[in-house]
């Protein structure tokens, strides 16, 4: 718990700053986009199962409810990473000293594959550990 | 050694009666046993025999045939094994005079031959071609039969038996075999001409069959046997008056009211049929379903193909008699003369207002209940919503069910068409009704389910809450909720998915894989339903 809850103290007190112009200062903006990616990862990834639950069981020779899910699953992916794109060049980084820009930048960019690499991980998993719920759909077996 | 069941249908009434007592096997009130059928119709191209027994070699299909064996507490749990019987009557046999060859031996032979068939027989009784049945003429039809087995019998002895010789010989070698603990139970009309005729003559020629092969063989005297007494319950068109002269003899329907008291007085003074019989259980229906067909100049359809008559629900009245006569544990009547039983059933303004019990009795009321209600929701979800059961072994599989991904598509086919048979099927944007829908349509009523469950909309039925088929809120699931409307179907793949304690059971039986699929189905139902105990 003491673990989880010092790298949010840490984002918090950061998003409350105006300017980051020191690498120290860096570096705690850093942890709290990984912090931010990895929260933003779980929660798509909850929306993504209700989104998902919401799809009734299609019956007959064609179903489509499988590709639906697959579709939300999948389709959520882009819109977050997009949104934490926008999120971070528009509102973190004309907070960030010139000179760090380009680290910034590459926080950014490891903020946004960690949460990539979260939701896919993360939902794989789910999938594979509830086969039988819909969330299933997601990842199904080869025939 | 555990009693053995078997059920002989006669004539098309017959027929119509052992398609119900099959679906009455479909719906699982058989549990673990083997049951023998024998269909024997004279008219070999009737469209309900047709109808019937195909849909017995289906059912025999879906349970793999010899090999199967009966399972319980599932869908399709009795083993059927049909046997067909049908005296040729064509050629040189077409007419009561060519089989009796009145114009043959000495001059005085033929002379008293002629004096004896005429006091038994009308000329054009005589005349008639039999190849359409006996056409309510039950004294001759008796006689007929009773011949047509014994000859049957002398075919296969002399080592010259066709087929359905066989079939038969094999059918009273199974009754031989069964010894004491035979039940057989044969379902017909009274009113017409093959059922009524063959009754009376059934059991006693069986027996003089079977010693007819073997003189040192008879069926045993603790054999049972019992009957369905289906007095008159439809009618047709009046025969016209070129057809009359052309076939000499036609069915009247007009008539089948007075042929039914004949009989029944008959059967009654029958010293024959009061010992042979231990239980006769009388069907009646307080009026006539008009069958009449459209054959251009109005003309009565004497049989044949043409004969495919809708199923009416005194048939499967007469089904669920042979049901109470194999599992009834009234003990061997100690009487001389046969019991007649029946049961009434409450009526309300023009039809009855049936309940589950009234079909069964008490002791099975709700097993019929659970089970039928299970069938006709997997019917409807096969055929409505699935379109096959291969689409729905499709969705198991997709979602980690893949206990049945080898089931071929030629068992998914067989289960498709007896589902279709059994309740409805849809074809070119049109419900056909299927065994389950005529039987609601011939009580004129309200019949079990839910009105909505006999639409012939197809988009209704598409939208149907297979869920609410049963008044009874405590055996129903799906129900419309405050918000949001009902999902059956959502419910019965989450019960299949997530509870593994609806995967077949041991005392089920289940070995093959359509027969797992069915079991698993069933369990999903029941579970739903409330039905589990």
């Known amino acids: ?143 | 050694m555990a009693e053995k069941y078997f059920v002989v249908g006669i004539g098309g009434t017959g027929m119509r009666c052992i398609e119900a007592f099959t679906h009455l096997c479909a719906i699982g009130m058989f549990d673990n046993h083997e049951i023998s059928m024998l269909s024997i119709d004279t008219d070999t191209n009737n469209g309900n025999k047709g109808r019937t027994e195909q849909l017995i070699d289906r059912y025999v299909r879906i349970k793999g045939g010899d090999a199967g064996t009966p399972t319980a507490q599932s869908f399709f749990t009795a083993k059927l094994k049909l046997y067909k019987f049908a005296p040729i009557y064509s050629d040189d046999t077409l007419t009561y005079r060519r089989i009796s060859r009145l114009s043959e031996g000495s001059k005085e032979a033929r002379a008293r031959n002629e004096d004896l068939s005429v006091l038994l027989f009308d000329d054009n009784v005589q005349e008639f071609a039999l190849d359409h049945g006996y056409r309510a003429q039950t004294h001759l039809g008796s006689h007929l039969m009773y011949h047509a087995i014994l000859d049957a019998a002398r075919k296969v002895r002399d080592g010259q038996g066709q087929v359905g010789d066989k079939d038969l010989m094999a059918f009273i070698n199974q009754i031989y075999d069964a010894k004491d603990e035979a039940r057989v139970f044969i379902l017909g009309s009274i009113f017409g001409g093959t059922g009524a005729s063959a009754i009376p003559i059934i059991p006693k020629a069986l027996q003089d069959a079977l010693r007819l092969r073997d003189p040192n063989h008879a069926l045993s005297d603790k054999a049972r046997f019992g009957c369905s007494l289906l007095t008159d319950y439809f009618k047709f068109n009046d025969p016209t008056g070129p057809q009359l002269k052309d076939q000499k003899i036609i069915a009247d329907s007009n008539n089948f009211a007075r042929n039914s008291q004949a009989a029944l007085m008959f059967y009654d003074a029958d010293e024959t049929v009061q010992h042979t019989y231990e239980r006769m259980y009388h069907v009646g229906w307080p009026s006539r379903v008009d069958w009449s067909t459209d054959t251009g100049g109005g003309a009565t359809v004497t049989g044949g193909g043409e004969q495919k008559n809708p199923a009416h629900v005194a048939e499967f009245l007469c089904a669920c008699a042979a049901h109470d006569f194999f599992h009834g544990e009234h003990a061997p009547e100690q009487n001389e003369r046969a019991l007649i039983v029946y049961r009434s059933a409450d009526r309300e303004g023009n039809s009855f207002s049936f309940g589950f019990g009234d079909f069964v009795g008490k002791a099975f009321q709700q097993a019929l209940k659970a089970r039928l209600t299970s069938l006709f929701a997997m019917a409807h979800m096969v055929t409505s919503l699935e379109g096959s059961a291969i689409n729905s072994v499709k969705k198991f599989e997709e979602n980690n069910v893949k206990d049945y991904v080898n089931l071929t598509p030629d068992e998914a086919r067989d289960l498709d068409a007896y589902f279709r048979a059994f309740a409805y099927a849809l074809e070119d944007g049109k419900v056909r009704k299927g065994w389950l829908f005529q039987l609601q349509e011939s009580v004129g009523g309200p019949f079990l389910y839910d009105v909505d469950a006999f639409s012939t909309d197809p988009r209704q039925l598409k939208g149907l809450n297979f869920g609410t088929l049963l008044d009874d809120e405590g055996h129903q699931f799906a129900r419309k909720k405050f918000l949001g409307g009902s999902k059956p179907y959502e419910e019965f793949m989450d019960t299949i998915l997530k509870d593994t304690s609806m995967q077949p059971r041991p005392e089920q039986k289940v070995q093959r894989l359509n027969e797992r699929y069915l079991a698993h189905c069933f369990n999903a139902f029941q579970k739903l339903y409330n039905f589990r105990s």
């Open chain 1, 1 to 143: 718990m003491h673990n989880l809850a010092l790298p949010l103290l840490v984002a918090l007190q950061f998003f409350g700053r105006d300017a980051v112009r020191t690498p120290r200062d860096l570096d705690a903006l850093c942890l709290s986009t990984y912090v931010l990616a990895a929260i933003i990862a779980g929660a798509t990834l909850l929306a993504a199962a209700v989104a998902s639950q919401l799809v009734d069981w299609e019956p007959g020779a064609s179903p489509k409810d499988g590709r639906k899910r697959r579709i939300i699953f999948w389709g959520l992916l882009p819109l977050v990473l997009a949104g934490f794109a926008s999120y971070n060049l528009a509102v973190q980084a004309p907070k960030v000293a010139s000179n760090l820009q380009a680290k910034f930048l590459q926080c950014w960019a490891f903020g946004s594959v960690e949460m990539l690499v979260l939701y896919i991980l993360l939902g794989f998993a789910l999938s594979k550990m509830l086969p039988r719920t819909k969330l299933g759909s997601w990842f199904p077996s080869r025939r």
